[in-house]
Structure formats: structure tokens, C-alpha cells
């Protein structure tokens, strides 16, 4: 027995170090993350789009661009087509950009430094998560430090694995490490919890089925925030190209190098929608485990209202994504409140407010 406890307490001393190497490692790959930037915004694509987008005067010389060619007799001054166009529908025919290097050698070095950084990372914390398993001899998310590890390494996966399909989801390479080195460094510092066993009520399998989809959805609709974030930026950086207007330097260099406002809407649109069904399970998954543990399906828990209030907040949104009058801007803003929702059924409901969730502590 006391062999037993002493290896369960070295597990669980291996796992603190393991997420503590990870953090490391996460901050070198945040560093090689912002060089690739960096080195990116003094690319020769970086510097045409400022050029690009320099000398408009008024929404007509925004499509144009004055090239001088080398003559016999001199120079003569050729017109490049549109860059940018308007549909009539109202969208915009805008190209996605190169990504974060610009097309720069040191910074496609730096990016992709930056990606095997948080693949290595993200196998240290998969150890440490799994390490706290073996330590406690369950599901290793009975609290909410456990949650926030397997939290974050699920949202790296999720990064990974799209990068694995050939995805263009580059651009959040950046704000996910940043992301995961702030949940990680509020999960050992507010939120840690030393290995212990579970109250009597969840000990079950459905332990296992509806908290891990509840960690997978999200960290999907994570993914789907970020996307949706940096639409509403790039959008916006396109409509002021389109009525004419001069953005800054930085705006440009960072913006001409981001998906196309209308790729990045599509996929938040996409990845929301394709998890969505999995919220809805993980619902009915809690409802029907509060009926083994506690004798009723639904009790107005705080937990469980709240659950269903986000899950209101996306139907809401894939619904209006799906009207024509709530396409753009105004749809993206319910994604963005969704997923508050999100957020607050986590953080807030489980620090502020109490009810039968809180058992498993902070």
C-alpha cells in the first residue's frame, strides 16, 4: 500500500514536470512564432503590399497600380488590373496571403522552428496529462487543472492535426501558443490541484464520454474564435482598401499576410458547424449521467444552464450564418458571444458560482 502511494506521488511529481518542460518548450516556439512574423513583415511581399496600398488617394486608385517599364525611348507607364473587386453580391474577390514568413526564407525557418517547437511541446504535456492519469488511476480531468492541461493539449491536436491535412490554419500558430502558455501558466499557478480521487458521483464511465467531448468541442470552438476574431480584423482591413482609405504600415504587413477575410469566415463557419453535433451530445451525455448520479436528468444546475445557453448561442449563430441577411460581420459577432458563453460556463459557473459541478474544485 505505502509502495503503492509513494509511486503515485512520484507520477504525479513527473507530471508537474513534464507540463513545467512543456511550458519551456511552448516559449521557444512563442519566440520562433514572432520572429517568423517578424522577418516576414520585412519581406519582399510584405513591402509590395505597403507599396500596394500606398499612394491611394480614392477608391478608383485602389485596384490600380502604375508600373514603369524600361523602354528605348524612355518609360512607359503600364496599368496592372484590379487587385481588388467586389461581386455583386457584395463580396470580395481578395486572394489569401502568403502566410506569416511573406515568403521570406529566415522567417519560412523561423515558422517552421516554430511548428516543430510545438510538436514537441505538445508530446511533453501529452506525457505529463497521461502521467497524471497513471497518478490518480482515472480520467485526468476531475478538476479543473486537469481540464485546463488536457484542455490546451487537445486545442494543440487540433492545430496539428490540421496542419497535418494541409490545411492553411499557419496563422494561428501564433495565438495558440500564446493562448496555451497563458492557460498553462494559470493552471499551475491559481487553478493547481494536488492528485486525489473523486467524490462517489463521478465514478463512471460517463466520466470518460461526456467530459472528453466537452473538452474536445472546446477546444474546436477555440479554433473557431480565433478564426473569427481575425476575420473581423481582416474584413475590415479590406472594406477601408475598398472606400479608398490609407491603413498603417503594421495593418498592412500583418494583414496582407492573413487569409482573405472571406477564407477565414468560412472556416470558423465550417469548424463550428462540423463540432456543433458533438456539443449536442455532450449535453444529452451529462443529462443522462446526472440521471445515474443524482436520480433526475435536468436540475437548473448552473453547470447545466449554462451548457444549454451555449448551445442556444451557436444554433443562434449557425442559423444566422445560414440567412442571407446575417452573413459577415454581424454573424461572426454571435460566434464571438457563443463562445463567451463558452468561456463563462467554465471559468465562471466553476469559480463564482456554486452548485453540484463544484465538487470538483479549482
Known amino acids: 500500500m505505502n509502495l503503492a502511494a509513494t509511486t503515485n506521488e512520484s507520477l504525479a511529481h513527473t507530471s508537474n514536470y513534464l507540463i513545467y518542460s512543456s511550458m519551456a518548450v511552448y516559449m521557444l516556439a512563442?519566440?520562433?512564432?514572432?520572429?517568423?512574423?517578424?522577418?516576414?513583415?520585412?519581406?519582399?511581399?510584405?513591402?509590395t503590399a505597403a507599396a500596394l496600398t500606398g499612394g491611394a488617394q480614392d477608391a478608383k486608385d485602389v485596384g490600380t497600380v502604375k508600373v514603369e517599364v524600361a523602354t528605348k525611348g524612355g518609360t512607359a507607364v503600364l496599368e496592372r488590373p484590379k487587385i481588388i473587386t467586389r461581386s455583386t453580391s457584395g463580396t470580395r474577390d481578395v486572394p489569401d496571403g502568403p502566410g506569416a514568413s511573406g515568403g521570406d526564407e529566415k522567417g519560412d525557418l523561423y515558422g517552421r522552428i516554430a511548428v516543430s517547437l510545438t510538436v514537441l511541446a505538445f508530446l511533453i504535456e501529452f506525457s505529463g496529462v497521461l502521467t497524471r492519469a497513471l497518478s490518480v488511476q482515472r480520467a485526468p480531468w476531475g478538476n479543473m487543472y486537469e481540464f485546463n492541461l488536457t484542455f490546451s493539449t487537445v486545442a494543440v491536436g487540433v492545430y496539428l492535426t490540421l496542419l497535418a491535412l494541409k490545411k492553411n490554419v499557419g496563422w494561428l500558430g501564433l495565438p495558440l501558443v500564446t493562448t496555451v502558455l497563458l492557460d498553462l501558466g494559470l493552471a499551475v499557478t491559481v487553478l493547481y490541484t494536488a492528485s486525489d480521487q473523486l467524490v462517489p458521483a463521478l465514478h463512471s464511465y460517463w466520466l470518460w464520454i461526456h467530459v472528453s467531448t466537452a473538452i474536445f468541442?472546446?477546444?474546436?470552438?477555440?479554433?473557431?474564435?480565433?478564426?473569427?476574431?481575425?476575420?473581423?480584423?481582416?474584413?475590415?482591413?479590406?472594406?477601408?482598401?475598398?472606400?479608398?482609405?490609407?491603413?498603417?504600415?503594421?495593418?498592412?504587413?500583418?494583414?496582407?499576410r492573413l487569409p482573405a477575410a472571406?477564407?477565414?469566415?468560412?472556416?470558423?463557419?465550417?469548424?463550428?458547424?462540423?463540432?456543433?453535433?458533438?456539443?449536442?451530445?455532450?449535453?444529452?451525455?451529462?443529462?443522462i449521467w446526472a440521471g445515474d448520479a443524482w436520480g433526475r436528468y435536468w436540475g437548473w444546475d448552473p453547470k447545466e444552464v449554462w451548457s444549454f445557453i451555449t448551445w442556444v448561442a451557436y444554433a443562434c449563430y449557425l442559423h444566422a450564418r445560414a440567412t442571407a441577411g446575417w452573413k459577415g460581420r454581424k454573424a461572426a459577432t454571435l460566434a464571438l458571444i457563443a463562445f463567451g458563453c463558452w468561456l463563462f460556463n467554465y471559468y465562471g459557473v466553476n469559480i463564482f458560482v456554486n452548485g453540484k459541478h463544484s465538487y470538483a474544485g479549482v
Open 30 to 47: 512563442f519566440f520562433a512564432s514572432m520572429a517568423e512574423w517578424l522577418f516576414g513583415s520585412r519581406s519582399k511581399v510584405a513591402r
Open 217 to 256: 468541442c472546446g477546444a474546436v470552438f477555440y479554433v473557431g474564435a480565433v478564426a473569427t476574431i481575425l476575420y473581423l480584423f481582416r474584413d475590415r482591413y479590406e472594406a477601408k482598401l475598398a472606400e479608398g482609405g490609407k491603413p498603417g504600415n503594421f495593418a498592412t504587413s500583418v494583414m496582407e
Open 262 to 287: 472571406s477564407s477565414l469566415d468560412k472556416f470558423a463557419y465550417r469548424v463550428n458547424a462540423a463540432v456543433f453535433p458533438l456539443w449536442t451530445f455532450t449535453i444529452i451525455a451529462g443529462a
